[in-house]
């Protein structure tokens, strides 16, 4: 599975992005979908996570009630809607894809990662 993230830029603390992460290949269904992020200077972290069929799904506390994770099987997409940004959401985003379809929080769960993609809030 290749991944390929995108919709990240730069956002005014308050305001709102969507990544995407489409993913290649005929099993996406059958994945769970994660987004991580990484600050300088910091870990990656757990972000959220969605289940193969969508049912399960995991928020980080730091993001819970305003960011929302979704997925697209029939487009190979998942995404991540962000909302009510704030600078400490400035990160560089990764989504990765589970092989079990078990929805997952763990960065060693996981077995595919995308490239990234820059999130920068303004204060």
């Known amino acids: 599975v290749q991944l390929q993230a995108s919709g990240g830029g730069l956002v005014q603390a308050g305001g709102s992005l969507r990544l995407s992460c489409a993913a290649s290949g005929r099993s996406f269904s059958t994945y769970a979908m994660g987004w991580f992020r990484q600050a300088p200077g910091k870990e990656r972290e757990f972000v959220a996570t969605?289940?193969?069929?969508?049912?399960?799904?995991y928020y980080a506390d730091s993001v819970k009630g305003r960011f929302t994770i979704s997925r697209d099987n029939a487009k190979n997409t998942v995404y991540l809607q962000m909302n009510s940004l704030k600078f400490e959401d400035t990160a560089v985003y990764y989504c990765?894809?589970?092989?079990?379809?078990?929805?997952?929080?763990?960065?060693?769960?996981?077995?595919?990662w995308g490239q990234g993609t820059q999130v920068t809030v303004s204060s």
């Open positions: 990765a894809a589970e092989r079990t379809g078990i929805a997952a929080r763990g960065i060693k769960d996981y077995d595919y």
């Open positions: 969605i289940s193969d069929g969508g049912g399960w799904i």
